[in-house]
């Protein structure tokens, strides 16, 4: 009886849990569609004028644009970076592997307004002035740790008697790399990439202390928009945000599995 | 087939031992590098930062955020809803993780990708679905008002109900995934097996079920604790300046007030905070024998 009856109400707090996490979302998404300026719930109306106006909307679009590019630049270096160091540290060709692989994954223990405090004076002491780059290398630390540690467990998967078959077969080793170890851990790595992408994409606590007047990321961005004049603009931007990322999702999904996607 | 292998067997030698003395050095180094410069040395003038003020060195910074009683109420502020957070999600996410780890296979995925989905939503989008949702015509108020709780719309938004609301609702999959990649490994005959040797429901959930999921709890619970105690965007929009935590002190001293001695003792503060909970959280991680042999 009671085994059963914990059972059930196991299965009734899952799907509250569900219910709980969707609820705020599907409310953006509704409120996104409203006529009404205020986002009142049952939603009046059914009209699209908020998407259009996100092409008004003071820098929504080049905040978007900014992001995307910090995100994957970021992501890119993070990506070359991290999979060398990484590779060397599995193949034990340096000494103190383990400490390397911490190190390099540890921004992700450290609370992302302290990072961001740390950068900020770090920059201002070398005269660094320039908002995009301090944000570039900023992410590019923020990255890392998802690259690192999606990378080292995708090569604790691999063979690398491969690496040495194809070497032995007359391949240089760089090209050995490229021809058969990229291909056999880029699903893990196109994961970790994602997770990095989406780490960076939405960071606030790192770029607030970063970006200047021109140089603003869409976090930044929207809830300076939420503040100042919160109308369903913002919805909207954050419906086509939520769409973009379960497209994106979707696509890994397809190439990796969600499933060894989130083991890993 | 012959003037292939003595080419490569030529051209492969002296290449091998070229790369095999410059290769690890020419890997590892660029990511090393560009980590102690651009995050190392950072973290390690923020640290030296708090030290000092305009007049040399002083530890007036930290007199005055672990001696002021304005401040301690702002570290106890934070610790605080990290505490509730962990606990709250914990409480919802430990029957939830179980439940999702006996569904049926393909339910699984699919529940799985459910919970997995509004982790990768922004912070930002999530928190501002939940201001709408807490608005005094927003859809909290009006089901307790067609369920018949109240009778007039409460105020909601700026209230602690709010904030613990909304940071549970946030950072609950982080609970709920550590704990469930545990369970699924879970054997369930395990359990059938102290059932059937007497042991009743709740022996077997405190002496089974309990110690084997251990691990993913305490992953879970360092988790939530570490990323809820440094949350500054949901809290700064569900109750604001009522609700003073140490990320809005840091937030303030650099971005508005310019104390910068103060906003770096703050953030040493909450460093060591952070540290703390990572290196607590990977001692009880271990299983309890071996940490039993270590001390």
Redesign the interface.
């Known amino acids: 009886m009671?085994?059963r009856l914990?059972?059930a109400?196991?299965?009734v707090?899952?799907s509250?849990?569900?219910l709980?996490?969707?609820?705020?979302?599907?409310?953006?998404v509704a409120?996104s569609f409203t006529e009404s300026a205020?986002?009142?719930?049952?939603p009046q109306g059914f009209s699209l004028k908020w998407y259009y106006s996100i092409r008004n909307a003071d820098g929504l679009l080049a905040s978007a644009w900014l992001s995307a590019q910090v995100a994957f630049i970021s992501t890119l270096i993070s990506l070359v970076?991290?999979t060398?160091?990484a590779?060397?540290?599995v193949r034990r060709?340096?000494p103190g592997g383990d400490v390397?692989a911490t190190?390099?994954a540890?921004?992700l223990?450290?609370?992302?307004?302290?990072?961001g405090?740390?950068?900020?004076?770090?920059a201002r002491?070398v005269g660094l002035n320039d908002a995009y780059t301090t944000l570039l290398?900023?992410h590019?630390?923020l990255t890392?740790p998802f690259i690192m540690r999606t990378v080292l467990a995708s090569l604790s998967m691999f063979d690398f008697s491969m690496v040495d078959a194809a070497?032995?077969?007359?391949c240089?080793?760089p090209r050995a790399l490229w021809r058969v170890l990229v291909p056999n851990i880029l699903p893990g790595v196109m994961s970790g990439a994602l997770f990095a992408f989406?780490a960076s994409?939405?960071n606030?606590?790192i770029s607030?202390?970063l970006v200047d007047v021109h140089t603003k990321t869409l976090?930044i961005q929207?809830?300076n928009q939420?503040e100042m004049s919160p109308d369903p603009t913002?919805?909207a931007t954050?419906a086509l945000?939520?769409l973009a990322?379960?497209l994106?999702?979707i696509v890994c999904?397809r190439l990796v599995g969600?499933?060894r996607m989130?083991?890993i | 087939m012959t003037t292939?292998e003595m080419?490569?067997q030529a051209?492969?030698q002296p290449?091998?031992r070229f790369?095999q003395l410059d290769?690890?050095?020419?890997?590892?180094l660029?990511?090393?590098v560009?980590?102690v410069v651009?995050?190392?040395?950072?973290?390690l003038?923020?640290v030296a930062?708090s030290f000092r003020d305009a007049g040399g060195f002083s530890i007036g910074g930290y007199r005055k955020v672990l001696g002021d009683p304005y401040y301690i109420g702002i570290i106890w502020n934070s610790l605080q809803l990290g505490l509730i957070t962990t606990i709250g999600s914990l409480l919802?996410?430990y029957?939830?993780a179980?439940?999702?780890s006996?569904a049926p296979a393909r339910l699984q995925?699919l529940?799985?990708?459910?919970?997995?989905?509004?982790l990768?939503?922004?912070?930002?989008?999530?928190?501002?679905?939940?201001a709408?949702?807490m608005?005094r015509?927003?859809?909290l108020n009006?089901l307790l008002l067609n369920v018949g709780f109240i009778d007039r719309p409460m105020r909601l938004v700026f209230t602690e109900f709010a904030l613990y609301f909304g940071m549970i609702?946030v950072f609950?999959?982080l609970m709920?995934?550590p704990i469930y990649?545990v369970m699924r490994q879970l054997d369930p005959r395990l359990t059938d097996a102290a059932a059937s040797l007497g042991a009743?429901?709740?022996t077997t959930f405190r002496r089974v079920t309990l110690p084997l999921t251990m691990p993913g709890v305490v992953a879970g619970i360092s988790l939530v604790f570490?990323i809820s105690?440094?949350a500054?965007?949901t809290p700064g929009?569900l109750i604001g300046d009522r609700f003073m935590t140490m990320?809005q002190v840091?937030?303030k001293a650099?971005?508005n007030i310019r104390d910068?001695n103060l906003?770096?003792s703050m953030?040493v503060v909450?460093?060591v905070i952070?540290?703390t909970i990572?290196f607590t959280s990977t001692y009880f991680a271990e299983p309890a024998s071996r940490r039993g042999r270590k001390g």
């Open positions: 009671i085994p914990s059972f109400l196991c299965w707090m899952l509250l849990a569900l709980f996490l969707f609820t705020p979302i599907v409310i953006v409120v205020v986002f009142s719930f049952p970076l991290g060398l160091c590779i060397a540290v060709m340096v390397i190190f390099m540890s921004p223990m450290i609370p992302g307004l302290v990072l405090i740390a950068f900020l004076q770090a002491l290398v900023a590019v630390v890392m070497r032995m077969l007359g240089s080793y989406i994409f939405d606030y606590p607030i202390f976090p929207l809830l939420l913002v919805a954050s945000l939520i990322t379960v994106a999702l999904d969600l499933k989130t083991t | 292939i080419r490569t051209e492969a290449r091998r790369f290769t690890p050095a020419i890997m590892v660029p990511g090393i560009f980590m651009a995050f190392a040395i950072p973290v003038i923020l930062d919802i996410g029957p939830a179980f439940a999702l006996r995925v529940l799985f990708a459910l919970i997995f989905l509004p990768t939503v922004s912070i930002i989008v999530k928190t501002f679905g939940l709408i949702m608005r015509d927003g859809i009006w609702n609950l999959p709920i995934l990649s009743g429901p709740v570490s105690v440094a500054y965007v929009l990320s840091m937030a650099y971005l910068f906003g770096a953030a909450m460093l952070a540290v990572v």
